[in-house]
């Protein structure tokens, strides 16, 4: 079946929304408006305003509203129209989603589902590109997830439903355009594994060289395209989706690793106190010995993202960073 | 020295239990406070003397299917919606016994079995909650009513509006307490807010809203039956302002340099245990050796309380990270046992 991510999206929750009368959704715009990324389009037209439920701009207030509605036994989706304005709603994400049922020693479950657009590349200025789910990835008690793919897209929304925990899903948003084959039947998907999406040749070909290249989220697709012009080098790659950026499926880097002996890490986030510092750390500390070259890392630009095409551009990760990254891990030169 | 402003007091049995709720809590606290100068429980403790008028009235219009949700100041609250003196002392020592197996503390008691849902040290991180917790009951086709109790500083917070505004907008099923004790620690009413009616700002969003005196636990009370009946009945959110006075420090750590001793003396005049007592007197009601008795229960409930606190067990360091996630089958596929003590399974090591 031919489908995009965001009819992918729209098909996981008209799904779920299908399976389980307590899921509903909640944000702004998400009804009349149809979605301010069109995924719920249509949605309200087939469950109603109750369960396709708009929202005023009051972020706090309605995640809050969500996690109390989670608390009371409903199965909740929060739309946030993007990550930046998740901050708006911290306080609730982070001092009460994430810490109520520890702080109850167990006793309160939050089940609830948020889902955020992340990302750049639509030249919107730094209020609306910003790639935050590595901080949220730093938070106990929630679980985070980057769908990259369309199998992703459709499948990971109802596991995410059926975790006990909070789960926050992030979107890039320049994947809801993606198009591409989606098998008729599928479905939920594990969300507790990486996924190696292609494996470098082993040096049985005659490439001496090979690297592990570590994604995830909106940077997967160019990671893909520099592995294709990287192979035409003679570099092999394996690269790996992460999918779950907290808990970090750290066993299926390490197995890479042990094969490749060099990683790349690229994320869309700064460098700076990131989710590829913290994947670089936890392959220093657990594969050191297996590594012949430092982990290389390829990441944002420290600045608020520009409006401006060349600065957003020069200020994000590129096939070309990717691919000179790779080039140095393997010796190659850069 | 002031009355109960309502016309006469309720039948014996009532108005003994509205004396021997509030008096459960004074004494719980005084112990607290005991235990806390004993250096038996640490972190911030923050003591409801003065105001237990308004968990002991408000309790008493909730059904034990309805939602309690409070603040960082909810010994009370917790005591009186039926967590046990015990289960909240073991908290405060650690305990594996107490309510929330030590990881809670003073702050966060909470307690599934009397939905009891903290125990929220944000100032107003609790409203959003009581609206979701109501929106769940609506969707659900359920006649539960959430009350959510605050006090007068969490006005000034961006969630309070947010909070009302989808309550009403909403017309979900939740009581807004607003404990105005007239002081947000050391910062009045009158030098935070721009409009100090708090009642008129819940009805500027169309909610019924009205103002209590909360030193009268009988006021109290009759007002609460009264907006909880309303609310399941279908009436949409309701507002009461309680107007009450903390006589102790905001927490221990507080020399209350911002308002006078005789401004503190003063509105002791109108302890509601002793307004409530004295009224019963008044009724004849209340004789000497009943009161004496009611006092030695109490004090025996604390005591046994104490008692089991203080032989409760640490909840063991080898349980830190239980309670991050949920227990599941399948753990997640992070490296517990390859990574040894640094990046292993989420949480922290001991
Ligand atoms: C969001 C937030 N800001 C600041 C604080 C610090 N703080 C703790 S209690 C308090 C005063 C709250 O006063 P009020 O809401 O009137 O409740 P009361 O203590 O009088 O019961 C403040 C400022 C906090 N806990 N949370």
New interface residues.
């Given amino acids: 079946m031919k489908t995009t991510y965001r009819e992918a999206m729209r098909a996981a929750l008209r799904d779920a929304m299908q399976r389980d009368e307590r899921v509903f959704l909640m944000g702004e715009d998400v009804g009349r408006y149809g979605g301010s990324f069109a995924v719920s389009l249509g949605l309200l037209e087939e469950f109603g305003p109750e369960r396709i439920r708009d929202t005023p701009l009051s972020e706090s207030g309605f995640v809050g509203a969500g996690i109390g509605a989670a608390l009371g036994g409903m199965r909740p989706v929060v739309e946030i129209m993007t990550v930046n304005f998740s901050l708006l709603a911290l306080d609730q994400i982070i001092n009460n989603a994430a810490t109520l049922l520890h702080m109850s020693g167990g006793q309160f479950n939050v089940p609830i589902v948020i889902r955020m657009t992340t990302g750049a590349g639509r030249q919107l200025g730094a209020q609306h590109s910003h790639s935050l789910e590595g901080w949220y990835a730093h938070i106990p008690g929630l679980r985070i997830l980057a769908p990259a793919t369309l199998a992703d897209a459709r499948g990971m929304l109802w596991t995410a439903l059926q975790d006990p925990d909070p789960v926050l899903i992030f979107e890039h948003g320049s994947l809801y355009n993606m198009a591409g084959e989606l098998d008729d039947d599928a479905g939920a998907v594990d969300i507790d594994k990486a996924t190696v999406l292609r494996r470098a040749d082993s040096k049985a070909d005659g490439s001496a060289d090979a690297v592990t290249i570590i994604t995830y989220g909106g940077t997967l697709p160019m990671v893909l395209d520099a592995a294709d012009q990287l192979a035409g080098e003679g570099i092999g790659a394996d690269v790996i989706d992460l999918r779950t950026l907290r808990p970090l499926d750290t066993h299926t880097l390490l197995d890479s690793v042990a094969r490749t002996h060099r990683a790349v890490v690229v994320d869309e986030g700064w460098r700076s106190g990131s989710i590829s510092a913290e994947i670089a750390a936890r392959i220093s500390e657990l594969a050191f010995f297996d590594l012949d070259a430092p982990v290389e890392r390829v990441c944002s630009a420290e600045v608020p993202v520009p409006y401006a095409k060349h600065l957003e551009q020069a200020a994000l990760p590129s096939v070309e960073r990717v691919m000179a990254a790779a080039r140095r891990a393997v010796g190659a030169g850069g | 020295m002031t009355t109960l402003r309502n016309q006469g007091v309720p039948d014996a049995g009532h108005a003994q239990h509205l004396l021997r709720q509030m008096l459960r809590v004074r004494r719980l606290e005084e112990k607290c406070i005991e235990l806390y100068s004993a250096a038996k429980i640490r972190g911030f403790l923050h003591v409801y003397i003065g105001e237990e008028a308004v968990a002991a009235g408000v309790m008493e219009a909730l059904l034990p299917e309805d ?1 309690v949700v409070a603040t960082y100041r909810e010994h009370g609250h917790a005591l009186l919606r039926g967590v046990s003196a015990g289960a909240i002392l073991a908290e405060m020592y650690g305990h594996a016994e ?7 503390g003073s702050m ?1 008691l ?3 079995a009397t939905r009891f ?4 040290a ?1 100032v107003a ?1 609790g ?11 609506r ?2 086709g359920r006649q539960r009513v ?1 009350v959510c109790f605050f006090g007068e500083g969490a006005v000034a917070e ?2 309070f509006h ?2 009302m ?2 309550a009403a ?1 909403w017309q979900l099923p939740v009581l807004f307490c607003c404990e105005n004790n007239l002081y947000a620690m050391g910062t009045a009413l009158g030098r935070s807010e721009s409009q100090t009616d708090i009642a008129l700002k819940a009805a500027g969003y169309e909610i019924s809203a009205w103002a209590v005196d909360g030193m009268d636990v009988l006021a109290v009370e009759e007002a609460a039956r009264r907006a909880v009946d309303a609310v399941r009945s279908g009436g949409g959110p309701h507002f009461l302002e309680l107007r009450t006075y903390r006589f102790r420090a905001h927490s221990m750590f507080d020399p209350e340099l911002y308002r006078e001793k005789s401004e503190v003396t003063r509105w002791m005049e109108r302890d509601p245990i002793s307004l409530l007592r004295a009224a019963m007197q008044a009724a004849g009601q209340l004789p000497d050796e009943e009161w004496a008795a009611l006092q030695a229960d109490v004090e025996a409930e604390i005591s046994t309380a104490v008692g089991f606190a203080e032989n409760g067990t640490p909840e063991p360091v080898s349980e830190l990270a ?5 227990d ?1 089958a ?1 753990d ?4 517990g046992s ?2 040894g003590d ?2 292993g ?4 090591t001991p």
């Fill in positions: 939602a107490g309510c929330c197996r030590g990881r809670g966060h909470f307690d599934a849902y903290g125990g929220n944000i991180g409203l959003p909650l009581a609206v979701g917790l109501a929106l769940a009951d969707m659900a959430t961006g969630e947010e909070s505004n989808l907008l239980r309670f991050v996630y949920s599941r399948d997640g596929s992070d490296v390859v990574a640094g990046a399974k989420e949480g922290a």
